[in-house]
């Protein structure tokens, strides 16, 4: 063999050599992750993630601002409200829509210790199974955990929102006749269940964008737990 021949074989060797131990760091990376690491690392993007939604959403316009989580109304009712716009109901229309959203920005706050809790009862396993997840696993999760007490929480406060509006209990009534005929789904002909419920989708929705950017750029976090448990996956 020449001294190219040589060259060229020793560089094929050093390159292969070079790849392997990358990936055999990149596989090992996760699973070198200490319990506490990945538990610390899951709680804090978490408490980011949530508090970034609770501050976009719990505030006024929150949800009326935002057409990523304003809340319309449902299906045909949507189109029956353009009607009575055109009879001169407009105002009444909006006042339900306004109601519906400003209920959703008062109920929002509520979700803090909820979520946090969610957080404390989350064992390892839990943490390095959601971290090996796709990009949303971590609002999967605590959806999963916290939307059934959250409703609970969120209700009472929706309610007392919608109630003050002369539209709301005349939306119950045409809904559940609408829900009686197969056009609107059974869970959107109340209209407090159905503010409640899409008070949780869009606090779900943007703990889902917050979560999605601490996983492309975990060091813009500013947090090296965060950067080391989520670099980790990069």
Do not use: C, H, W
């Not at 060229?8 to 596989?27: D, E, K, P, Y």
């Not at 057409?67 to 229309?93: M, N, T, W, Y």
Request: charged share 25%.
């Amino acid at each position: 063999m020449d001294r190219r021949q040589f060259n060229s074989a020793a560089s094929t060797t050093l390159g292969l050599l070079a790849l392997a131990a990358v990936q055999q760091a990149r596989a090992l990376t996760l699973n070198d992750l200490t319990e506490t690491e990945a538990s610390q690392g899951l709680r804090t993007a978490l408490e980011k993630g949530a508090l970034a939604a609770v501050n976009l959403l719990g505030k006024p316009d929150g949800f009326l601002g935002n057409p990523k989580v304003r809340i319309p109304l449902p299906g045909f009712l949507e189109d029956a409200a353009k009607i009575l716009k055109s009879l001169g109901q407009g105002k009444r229309v909006d006042e339900l829509v306004t109601a519906m959203n400003r209920a959703a920005e008062a109920a929002v706050p509520m979700a803090r210790d909820l979520l946090v809790n969610a957080v404390k009862s989350m064992n390892v396993n839990d943490a390095r199974r959601i971290l090996g997840g796709g990009d949303t696993s971590v609002t999967a999760f605590f959806a999963e955990k916290t939307r059934e007490p959250l409703a609970v929480k969120f209700l009472p406060v929706v309610t007392k929102a919608t109630e003050k509006v002369g539209l709301a209990e005349k939306y119950n009534r045409v809904a559940g006749k609408a829900a009686g005929f197969g056009l609107l789904k059974k869970e959107d002909a109340n209209i407090q269940q159905y503010v409640t419920g899409k008070s949780l989708d869009g606090l779900y929705l943007m703990i889902g964008e917050e979560e999605k950017k601490i996983r492309q750029d975990p060091v813009s976090t500013g947090s090296a737990v965060l950067k080391k448990v989520f670099g980790a996956l990069k």
